[in-house]
């Protein structure tokens, strides 16, 4: 069992930056993929980074490229969101995810919101 706890949201004007944190405890999770989604009032869900733990490839949403970086720390158990030139667009809550394989996330944290003002 994995238990995952996301902090670091806040409010932020247009073009600031925040850092995400998702603190992951529980039995081993060396396997896991851990993934970074959003939801915005009335829109679905949507995938916003993935990264597994051992490293390797990063993944991003067209629409965060360039601007968000996803990364983990498995000393501390914990993986981040580093949100760069934030727009009010990105305004939602943030929930962190891990998962076995990419295609089905198990684990899921409460969220953080996020809010980017103009």
């Known amino acids: 069992q994995v238990q995952l706890v996301e902090s670091g949201g806040g409010l932020v004007q247009a073009g600031g930056s925040l850092r995400l944190s998702c603190a992951a405890s529980g039995r081993t999770f060396s396997p896991y993929r851990m993934g970074w989604f959003r939801q915005a009032p009335g829109k679905e869900r949507e995938f916003v980074a993935g990264?597994?733990?051992?490293?390797?490839?990063?993944y991003y949403a067209d629409s965060v490229k360039g601007r968000f970086t996803i990364s983990r720390d498995n000393a501390k158990n914990t993986v981040y969101l580093q949100m760069n030139s934030l727009k009010p667009l990105d305004t939602a809550v943030y929930y962190c995810?891990?998962?076995?394989?990419?295609?089905?996330?198990?684990?899921w944290g409460q969220g953080t919101q996020v809010t980017v003002s103009s």
């Open positions: 990264i597994k733990w051992g490293g390797g490839n990063t």
């Open positions: 995810a891990a998962g076995i394989n990419w295609g089905q996330f198990d684990y």
